[in-house]
């Protein structure tokens, strides 16, 4: 018998069970919209049939999605055993959502949202918005934040990284993006 050769047994896995993020929801019931660019996520839900993902959406790595939840503690103290709740998720056209996002049960999650990276979304998201944080808070407006990225655009898109990398190590200092400061209380 000969030994087990665990790297090829695990791409053997991986390659095998769920080509691309976009099946392995797929095949968990999840509906999943075209052009979609879905990077490995989490479904803490055995009910991947409540979820709907529009078309053209981002979701970045180490996002989850919950149907339900917080409900074993509250069976056992009420000694109610059949106690359930469960809420879908839809999520529109255009939507970019962060890494490690957490997207809670119930939610709709408009058409062309942005949703920045670690936020917790406990409510539903009108098109149009961006939002942030743990609760998710409005932070501005996506046709604003495009206007504002225009004005840095270098139109690097189509480009290789090799003739990224050479491009942008040419620019001075003053053609990226960069944030203010924080603002002190004491200041």
Sequence with gaps: MGLINRSKVKQF???????TPENYLRKHGV?????CFISPCHLSTSEGFLIEIGDYCRIAKD????THGMLHSMRKYYNDYDLDWFGKI????????GEGCKIMAGVTIGDN?????????TKSIPSGYMVAGNPVRHIGYTDDTYKKLKEFDLKTGRMNFVEKEKYLLSLSDDKFVSKPYIKCKDK
């Design 31 to 35: 509906k999943v919209g075209k052009e």
């Design 63 to 66: 996002t989850e999605f919950f």
């Design 13 to 19: 896995l991986i390659s095998g069970c769920y080509d």
């Design 90 to 97: 839809k999520i529109g056209n255009y939507v970019s959502i």
């Design 113 to 121: 949202v942005i949703i920045g990276a670690g936020s917790v979304v």
